[in-house]
């Protein structure tokens, strides 16, 4: 089988970002720009996985999981940065994929064009797009069809500015031609070592250059904070268009944000200015009304969540239950055909079938050290304005009344009540 290795260049310092977080580590729908990469490289099954990082690597290894990697340090380019690989790979007849964290939506059908592309007998393949604005990119300068070289933003004159053929950075070719060409590079106008510049070096050798293309929307490179919310565009686009698609109501899909590690059911309807973050489940025929936020929770059949709800981490709410205006949970499992409409704090706390929470229910879960538990059964009416101190259990078919302040358990089928009897006196006035 044909040995494929790629090689990820994160060693840069990210300057444009001007961030303390390494560029690689900073999200588009909650996934950082490495795992949007490795997502599409998976799909290519490469037998060995290899990064160049520098500048924050102690932060860049934690994330890398079980890849190898180099330290380029200086960073004197990404031509330099390429050529720091080559002791780590072995079969020098390998086919090498160089990619770059800042471009993190390769499609991996393209990568695999690129592969054939070598096997064909091309020396070298690379990825372009078509840009509106090819402002920063590389040019890449065609002869007829022929690929002759890429010419880097600092180098570009008025002519080979005018060229909105650009380059994504992602390259493919056999190890010995590419570290062959490599050899050959000399240090660029601005002290760097290009990786673009094997371009013309592989065209003047006679060799054929292979291009392959894809939309600029797939090949975004991130340099900036503009670019990032570019591309956080272009994914929440795209995760809506597969929502909608799959049977999801969006009334006003521009103002819905969701994580890419969402999943949303067919038939939910989601109302605008709704956020749904990280590892949330939405059950089919839901209605997740505006203003809610929701995190790391799962949401069965048939619900009805908000509007201005606040479901956050570790929460489950099963079929038919009522989340109303308001609501705040966190931690809880709130089971069948219950309610909780309004104004409340459920936390660390279980609901079963059937119950009534009554506005401005309070479970007062934290002491000041340590949080505690409330459970409430099926069946069960809790009043309006109740506050539970827990740890406390509210068994089957009992009713708290209006105002109760509980810190014991209240027994199944009783009526529990807690509150100071109410005066009244006759009201005096002056005249
Ligand atoms: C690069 C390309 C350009 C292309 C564009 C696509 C070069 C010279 N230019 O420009 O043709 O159109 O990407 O987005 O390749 N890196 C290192 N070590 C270094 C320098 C960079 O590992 O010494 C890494 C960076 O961390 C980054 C990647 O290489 O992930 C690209 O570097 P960047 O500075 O973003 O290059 P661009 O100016 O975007
Ligand atoms: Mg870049």
Known sequence: MMEVVSIILAAGKGKRMNSDLPKPLH??????????????????????????????????????????????????????????????????????????????????????????????????????????????????????????????????????????????GILAGRANNIYNYLNQVKKSSNGEYFLTDIISICSKNTSKVGLVLSSEEDLIGINDREDLSKAEIIVQNRLRTKYMKNGVTMIDPRSVYIDARSKIQKDVTVEPNVFIGANVEIQSKTIIKSFSYLEDCFIGRNCSIGPFARIRPETEILENVKIGNFVEIKKSRINENSKVNHLTYVGDATIG???????????????????????????????????????????????????????????????????????????????
């Open 353 to 431: 079938k059937s119950s009534n929470i009554g506005a401005g229910t309070i479970t007062c879960n934290y002491d000041g050290k340590q949080k505690h538990k409330t459970n409430i059964g099926n069946h069960v009416f809790i009043g309006s304005n109740v506050a539970l101190v827990a740890p406390i259990n509210i068994k089957d078919n009992s009713i708290v009344g209006a105002g109760s302040t509980l810190t014991k358990d209240v027994e199944e089928n009783l009526i529990a009540v807690e509150r100071s009897k109410q005066k009244q006196f006759k009201r005096r006035r002056k005249n």
């Open 27 to 168: 999200k588009i729908a909650g996934k950082s720009l490495i795992d949007w990469l490795e997502s599409s490289l998976d799909e290519v099954k490469v037998s060995k996985k290899l990064y160049v990082l520098g500048h924050q690597s102690e932060k860049l290894i934690k994330s890398i999981g079980t890849a190898d990697y180099v330290i380029q340090e200086p960073q004197l380019g990404t031509g330099h940065a390429v050529k720091l690989t080559k002791d780590k790979i072995k079969n020098h007849e390998a086919i090498i994929i160089i990619a770059y964290a800042d471009t993190p939506f390769v499609p991996s059908n393209k990568i695999k064009k690129m592969i054939s592309q070598i096997k064909d007998g091309y020396d070298i393949s690379i990825l372009g797009f078509v840009s509106s604005n090819p402002k920063g990119y590389g040019r890449i300068v065609k002869n007829g069809d022929e690929v002759i070289k890429i010419v880097e933003e600092v180098d570009t004159d008025d002519e080979t500015s005018k060229i909105n053929l650009c380059n994504s």
